[in-house]
């Protein structure tokens, strides 16, 4: 006897997405930048650590916990991880060139491949279609 199998007509398709959330790694990675940036101008009271490291650590901060919030309440989140993306590569850009002025590991080093490292790991997320939609919990 043949067994026919019915298709079900009101499959919902997944959207593409991420497999990690852009404030997964944001988070941390703003809260690295403020406060090395923080204790970079307590110690040598240099105003490049509030322009390279206390200011955009504050507003990656800021901007990866917006996205949390905008992914909880269900709202779009794109231009949130857009903007993130944008201050990476722009930290990219301006740490790798103070690397090379200087040729020093640390901080320029290090920073320029953690930003660089942030930069490619936005690009994903964006690439991929945003953040996973969150898990529905089940009904008790």
Known sequence: M???????????????????????????????????GLLGYIFSRSTLSLVLGVAPGLATLLLGTLSLKFWWSGRSNFLLILTQAAISAFLTWKYSHAYFLTNRLLPWGFYASLSTAMSCFYAYVLLAGGNPPPKKIAAP
């Open 2 to 36: 043949k067994e026919f199998v019915q298709v079900d007509e009101h499959v919902i398709s997944q959207k593409r997405s991420a497999k990690i959330h852009d404030f997964c790694l944001g988070i941390p990675f703003g809260g690295l930048l403020f406060s090395m």
